[in-house]
């Protein structure tokens, strides 16, 4: 098992300790001159009217469910498709009707509108 | 041996971050703690060769569920975030209740006879499940592409509400 899965926990530890080094090195080698208009919050450049934190409308709620809808057929076709060369044309036409069934979900939410931006 | 190294360092990420999580005031830091202890978990079942079901637990909890309870923080109405986890507040009774749990859970545990399969660990348990669920368990597999429509369909409808159009 450590064998296996050493190169991918030494990836880990690589990525958690590489945005700290990219911080360190900025806060050594870049020019120091703040100001106030450095700290205010970020939006598009202009500022900030009122508390940043407000509520979405729940629309967007509506990528998370389709995003998650999708996710979970992910991990159907991360099998088959491991197995794609051996298992033939039979699993093929299955995985066919599978992603046509969701087809019919992803041709809903379009003809719906969760799909539009507003 | 090393196992036993590694599942000790995982346990105490889960344990640590699950804490935090439920410590936090922050909801957004709640859900940020969420999705490392679900990573810790992932790790759990890779020490125990189930490369599968780790790859899902990434896939479906770290990305998707998390994306949830952010979206979930996002929409709701609150005065300030640094303050939004209410239920915060409730730490001795959900102290009591989680000992309680403890308890039984502990008793269950050390109770029930532990059967161990005879089989040997199979190497790539991903191509096993492939081959199981492509020849014997085709109905079920498509069933679940049906289960994945009317929950997509259910979603959208309660979010954007049936149409009168007669």
Redesign the interface.
């Known amino acids: 098992?450590?064998q296996q899965?050493g190169g991918?926990g030494v990836y880990l530890i690589l990525s958690i300790i590489f945005p700290f080094v990219i911080v360190i090195v900025a806060l050594i080698l870049g020019p120091k001159r703040p100001n106030p208009g450095k700290l205010t919050t970020y939006e598009c450049g202009l500022d900030t009217q009122g508390p940043t934190?407000v509520?979405?409308k729940?629309?967007?709620?509506?990528y998370?469910?389709?995003?998650?809808?999708f996710?979970?057929?992910?991990?159907?076709l991360?099998?088959?498709a491991?197995?794609f060369q051996?298992?033939g044309t039979?699993?093929f036409i299955?995985m066919l009707?599978?992603i046509a069934?969701?087809v019919?979900?992803?041709w809903?939410?379009w003809k719906?509108?969760?799909l539009e931006w507003m | 041996m090393s196992q036993a190294i590694v599942f000790g360092v995982l346990a105490a990420i889960v344990l640590g971050f699950g804490l935090a999580m439920v410590l936090s005031k922050n909801l957004v830091h709640s859900a940020i703690y969420m999705a490392v202890t679900f990573i810790g978990v992932a790790g759990i079942y890779l020490n125990l060769s189930a490369g599968f079901l780790a790859a899902m637990q990434i896939l479906v909890y770290v990305g998707a569920i998390s994306v949830l309870m952010v979206f979930g923080v996002m929409l709701t109405r609150r005065g300030d975030i640094a303050a939004s986890n209410i239920f915060n507040r409730y730490k001795l009774t959900g102290g009591l209740m989680a000992l309680a749990l403890f308890v039984i859970l502990g008793r269950l545990i050390f109770t029930s006879s532990w059967n161990l399969s005879s089989f040997a660990v199979p190497e790539d348990t991903v191509s096993l499940i492939a081959d199981l669920m492509m020849t014997d368990f085709v109905i079920p597999f498509e069933t679940a592409a049906l289960l994945l429509l009317v929950a997509l369909v259910g979603a959208i409808m309660v979010a954007k509400g049936v149409k009168n159009t007669r």
Do not use: H, K
């Open positions: 098992m450590l899965y991918l934190w509520q979405f729940i629309n967007y709620f509506l998370a469910l389709i995003f998650v809808v996710d979970v057929e992910t991990v159907f991360y099998p088959w491991v197995r051996a298992l039979f699993a299955e009707i599978f069934i969701l019919i979900g992803l809903y939410a719906e509108g969760a």
